[in-house]
Every structure is written in C-alpha cells, then in structure tokens.
C-alpha cells in the first residue's frame, strides 16, 4: 500500500541538525546518507565535465550515469513509494538511469551509457540537489511507524551509492587508462618506501564446523545470509598479498605461455586476449610500468598485484604450489580481525605495501587494498531466497558464472565492506582492484 508522506515540492526547511549522540533515528541516518552523497560528488570534483561522460567499454559506465543512477534509485524506490503523488523530477530518467530492475520497467542499453550527452553533467548535479532535498522532507517530516518501513530501503541506497562510488574510481580509471595523455585522477601522496616485505608464511587452521554468514545484527545484503554452519577442512593461508615482484617471477618464468597452470577457459582468454601482464600494465625499454590513478609509474614490487582476472590468480596460484582459498576459509580467518586497511577513505587509490611484518600466526591486509578471489562460485547459501519485487533483483539473479572475492579495496568504503560481504565478478574481468592471497591443503 502506498503511504502517505509529504508533498514533494512543498518542502519545509530541515531543523537544525543536533549533535549524532541527541539526534533521533531518523536525524542520524539522514546525517549518514548526506554524508555519503557528498563523498560521491568529491569522488567527482577536480574531473572535467568531458571525463565523466566516457564509456570505455561496455562493464564501464561513464562517472555522469554512476551520480545519476544512484539518484534514480532514491527516487524510484523510496520517493515514488512513500510520498504521495510524487511527480518524477524528470521522467524520462526512469529509462536513462535504470541499471538492471525489470520490475521497475525498461531501461537503456548499458552499453551505449556513454552515447549519453544529455542530461548534461550539471543537469545531473540538479537532479541529485532535488532528490537529496524531497528524501530529506519525506524522512524529516515522517512518524516514527512509517520510518521503520523507509529506512531498510533508505540504508540499502547508502551502501547501493557505496558501492557506485568504488565504481565510479575503477571506472575512471579504465577511462583515464584509454587516453596517451594518462590523466591523473589524484596525485600520489609521498610515502616512505623503506618497507621490507618478509617472505610469505602459512597460518595454520584445524578443522572446524563454523559459522558462515551475516548474524542479522545491522546491516547487510541479502546473499550473506542465511547464517548456515560450514565443515571447513584443515588449511592454511598466507599471511599477506602476493606482491608485484612475486607475480613478476611468475611472468618472466613464462607464466602466461604455460597451459599446465591454467584452467580451460581461461588458457583460451589469456590467448584470444593476449594478456601477457596484469591490466595496465606497460612494458619500456625491459622495464614494467603501471597506469595508476595518480598517472603512469614504475611497477613497484613491494605493492600487492592487483587488477587480475581469476584465471590468473588461479593460474599463479598453481604456479606457486598452492591454490586460491574458499570464501568459508577466508570467512573463517577473518573471524577474529578487525577490520582495518588501506581503504577509500585513505584517498589513496592504489594498493600499499604491507607496511610492518605480520607476527606469529598474524594475517596482515585481510581488508582493503585488493579484493581477493575465492575459488568459490558465487551460488545462494543454503536457504537463500530473493524477496520478491524489483529490490529482490539485487543480488540473486547474479548467481551464476561467477566468483566470489572478499574483503575490499581501495576504492571500498571501510563503511561499506563486512567480513560476511560477498563481491562476484565474472572470472575474466580485471578492471577493479583483484589480487590474490594464497591458501593451501593441510592433510
Ligand atoms: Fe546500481
């Protein structure tokens, strides 16, 4: 039943914002969603309004599309639900700024965003201006009863933009990384290199029935759970990222020339491509360089590799007598470490290297820097069922063809990302920051 709110464009001015510990429920979530669509437009500002309309390849969508979809979904899923005779700002964005929902109706081609012009980029800026404004008067003026049913859908639209603005940074990147020019989306922040990074260890695990997935307590998607209990077997798993350097023996040992260390599928992808390095990658004069988002620079061999495919990080990983871990290991592990890294909010944009030596049975870069693959295929957990309705389209019709990662990125929000968090990406995509721990047997 649609509920009945504010009228849109009557809106009165927001009260005076308190302090987080005195506001109310709904004065705090609205703090954190402002919070959040305000990093999406700092995410934006030093790009021209020429970088943000780019598509560089069909999985990239131009930064323009990124700030108007996740407007799209606040007013599709939240506005158009709970205020009554809400107007659509623009109708027509409906089409435009669709991404997947087919109950929500049809949608643009994903791979002509970039033919896009028009709205212009700061069209877009006044699309976002006026749907921030008409959720801030719906939720303002909103009783405590009717709150309860907007704010799920509310808090899902602040992770959903999250998880746009980790795009929004790899998908500059690919079209930063098209231009001969090689733009600089942010300058490299000077850091001390006098790191030493120890040879990897293997921490133990015994065998154990564990618990795997989201316990209900705050929020999460819906395919981390149900909860479910697990029987993981006895392994180990590497106390830190395989680096550049390490990767780079793996390459100058012919890596990408050998079959023995690559799946099918993939051995076919490695030729049909002809991918002999990472994504971004750039051989001169005998020496590997690297696109970054502060622009081109010497590969550094102490930093984690990043931006593989899963087949290449499986393919190291058989090259390097070990193999890639199951998501319910990686979960198991990282049961008991808090989530701390090298994350968006550092503003770094690139992987760094570890920078002090892990103790005894210690596992460093569990979080940020690079998602790394599983060798689990991205399925439901048992009992799993997608809600009904276009929300129920999230994540579910996605279980298909491809591999979990786990435990974000640079470009992730330390906000955003959980131990139970499942990212999927099918197994030859390399354009977000992929890397690689290792893992191993234990008979
Ligand atoms: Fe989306």
Redesign the pocket.
Known sequence: MIQTAVAPKNRKATAEPRSRESASPSENLLARFHEVRKFSARLAENLAPEDCVVQSMPEVSPTKWHLA?TTW?FETFILKKWVSGYRDAVPEYAYLFN?YYNAAGAMHRRDLRGLISRPTVEETKRFRASIDADVDALVASTGEKLFCEIEPILRLGIH?EQ??QELLVTDIKHVFAQNPLFPVFQKAKIENRNINIEAVKFVQFDEATVEIGHDGNGFSYDNEGPRHRALVLPFALANRLVTNAEYLEFMNDHGYARAEFWLSLGWTTVNEQNWRAPLYWIERDGEWWSFTLSGLRKVDPKEPITHLSYFEADAYANWAGARLPTEFEWERAAAKIDIEGNFVESERFHPAPLNHSPKDHELGQMFGDVWEWTRSSYSPYPGYRAEAGALGEYNGKFMCNQYVLRGGSCATSRTHVRKTYRNFFQPDKRWQFTGIRLARDLS
Do not use: A, L, P, V
């Open positions: 979809h979904f991404s959903h998880q746009h």
